[in-house]
């Protein structure tokens, strides 16, 4: 099956990926650019201890921080939808503050503004065997509690898609608010919550890049110390930006598998399976027409 | 999703966390060397955690502090401050600090002392006990072969120059701090000869400010001495010194909370303990900035 690559991409695609390499490979040709490739090579294939380090609270504060905004925004999204006037405003007043400041000055405020005016230092805590910095606690935290502004209305819009005869039907059974919300509404609503909130993670994955700011040593703060130290930033920051596709991409094709499951059974679903994974994934179509099932 | 991915999930994102939350994020414990004599001990109330001497420093500052391959923090202040924990019969343990924020880091209690290179200044000794333990001048460093021939400070006019957030050499370009007024700043300097301002461009880590010198975004990255040496050691063929242009060698202090006396006055018996028996310069040599040795941790009057 000998097919070329520019029959199966299309030659239109490859052109426009052969514009994209060329003056990568002529910058690599002139004599004024100095490049230390092992550096980007040894990043991506053989990781030092304190990139998996890095990865890994990366990976591990983005999974927290989003559980904690899911959270967050269901009881914020609740509360905005409550009847009584408090729990309106509490809710409203959490959501216009985290949602109107951005990440990085809460992060800062709330990890040395508090602790320079002597309110409040974040405490290291132990679980188990695990000891966790004050500034991994903090910022894992403050990213939850500003992720839950955000989630609050994405929450809001999925559970005011769910049809309201639910509820009313629901309520007719003599079923209480928390247990309609549980059983019945919640679970309709995820299916709309979904594809927003594999937006937001993909966000968030990305958005620990912040935390250098209050030294955490997550994935970018490592590759920005590493090119500090041996001044070859264009191939440790490249290594450090391929890092991030890879973490989003598997997100990605997760976030696809997962909404393919929620989606089965439902009307309009079918019309998603006359294309491949990468078309229904990229939006593309190849040349060579559909492919046909999964 | 069914259970059992469910359950793969949560031990992926779990095992994740603890992967990320053992790392030791800068923070390293001194290797135990031959028993060392206890100069001084500190009293238990006067320190973060009992046992452990817990230093801020800004690991982004060799030779004096830096992080090696596997984030562990090195450098001549890191074995100083080593040097001292041991003779006060604690063990060390580095918190690496944005330099920016490292004082009110030090006074909101995440650690006992600061040892990163801070010039004593009358502003900083006004929130903090300074302990005079090094000396440094300010030093400039340029792109190799000087393409913007900077030779006099003079040269510095109406060009953009590169330093760390809160360093005195951010407060030297452009005067309102550390001493520095309008007269005495290098962009007062400039105005006064009427010539344009010299334009700070500031980073939260001095080897970014390298970077942007290496980024040809400033003419010149204005740092201390020893550091600026040691930058130039290490890529020769990126950058180069201007030592005609190193100006005033000041003393940089190891900084305690002001009411822990007791916890200052134990570091400053075994800091002079090691100036007096060679270790300090044993220390300062190994890094090659022995040329800021002092030998007395007596206040300069």
Redesign the interface.
């Known amino acids: 099956m000998a097919e070329s690559l520019f029959s199966r991409l299309g030659t239109r695609r490859a052109l426009l990926v052969g514009c994209l390499l060329l003056p990568i490979l002529l910058a690599g040709c002139s004599s004024s650019v100095t490049l230390q490739p092992h550096y980007f090579w040894d990043s991506l294939f053989h990781p030092?201890?304190?990139i998996?380090?890095?990865?890994?609270?990366?990976?591990?504060?983005s999974?927290?921080a989003q559980i904690i905004g899911v959270i967050l925004g269901i009881f914020a999204a609740m509360g905005k939808m409550a009847k009584r006037r408090l729990f309106r405003w509490l809710a409203g007043f959490y959501v216009w503050i985290f949602r109107g400041t951005p990440l990085l000055v809460q992060l800062?405020f709330f990890v040395?503004g508090l602790?320079?005016a002597?309110i409040f230092?974040w405490p290291g805590i132990v679980i188990g065997p695990?000891?966790?910095?004050?500034?991994?606690l903090a910022g894992t935290i403050i990213m939850g509690v500003n992720e839950g502004a955000y989630m609050a209305e994405i929450v809001r819009a999925g559970i005011m898609a769910v049809d309201p005869g639910q509820t009313e039907a629901a309520k007719s059974l003599g079923m209480t608010y928390g247990l309609t919300m549980r059983r019945i509404v919640l679970p309709q609503a995820a299916r709309v919550i979904i594809p927003p909130l594999g937006n937001e993670f993909n966000n968030m994955l990305k958005t620990t890049s912040l935390l250098v700011?209050?030294?955490?040593?997550?994935l970018y703060n490592?590759f920005?110390?590493?090119?500090?130290?041996t001044?070859a930033?264009f191939e440790f920051l490249a290594a450090c930006a391929l890092w991030y596709l890879l973490l989003t991409t598997i997100w990605g094709f997760f976030q696809a598998w997962?909404e393919r499951?929620l989606a089965r059974g439902t009307a309009g679903s079918a019309d998603y399976n006359g294309y491949s994974l990468r078309a229904r994934l990229w939006g593309l179509r190849n040349n060579s027409g559909n492919q046909g099932g999964r | 999703m069914t259970n059992s991915r469910i359950r793969i999930a949560s031990v992926l994102a779990i095992a994740a966390l603890v992967a990320g939350a053992c790392s030791s994020s800068g923070a390293t414990t001194a290797p135990s060397g031959p028993a060392t004599k206890i100069v001084a001990t500190a009293p238990a109330d006067q320190l973060v955690k009992a046992g452990v001497l817990t230093v801020c420093s800004d690991t982004s500052y060799a030779p004096q502090e830096s992080l090696d391959p596997n984030n562990n923090a090195i450098g001549s202040d890191i074995d100083l401050a080593n040097g001292i924990a041991m003779r006060m019969g604690l063990t060390l343990s580095v918190k690496s600090t944005v330099f920016d924020t490292i004082i009110p880091a030090l006074t909101g209690n995440s650690c006992d002392i600061i040892v990163s290179a801070q010039t004593i200044t009358a502003e900083r000794q006004q929130t903090v006990d300074m302990i005079p333990y090094f000396a440094a001048g300010q030093s400039f460093v340029v792109a190799k072969g000087n393409p913007k021939n900077i030779k006099t400070l003079d040269d510095l006019c109406g060009q953009n120059v590169a330093a760390e957030k809160g360093t005195v050499e951010a407060d030297h370009i452009t005067g309102g701090a550390s001493g520095y007024d309008a007269t005495t700043s290098l962009t007062g300097m400039c105005a006064a000869k009427g010539k344009g301002a010299v334009t700070l461009k500031q980073f939260d880590k001095d080897t970014d400010a390298l970077l942007a010198l290496q980024s040809g975004n400033v003419v010149a990255h204005f740092t201390d001495e020893p550091v600026a040496g040691f930058e130039v050691t290490q890529a020769p063929d990126k950058f180069e010194a201007v030592p005609a242009m190193t100006l005033e060698r000041a003393p940089e202090g190891i900084s305690v909370t002001k009411n822990h006396t007791g916890l200052r006055d134990a570091v400053k018996t075994t800091l002079q303990s090691m100036m007096d028996d060679g270790s300090y310069t044993t220390i300062l040599t190994k890094w090659g900035v022995q040329s800021g040795g002092i030998t007395s941790t007596a206040a300069a009057s």
């Open positions: 030092s201890p304190a998996i380090n890095g990865l890994g609270l990366t990976i591990g504060i999974v927290v800062t040395f602790s320079a002597g230092k695990i000891d966790i910095l004050p500034e991994i700011a209050v030294s955490v040593f997550e490592t920005s110390t590493a090119a500090g130290r001044y930033s997962v499951r």
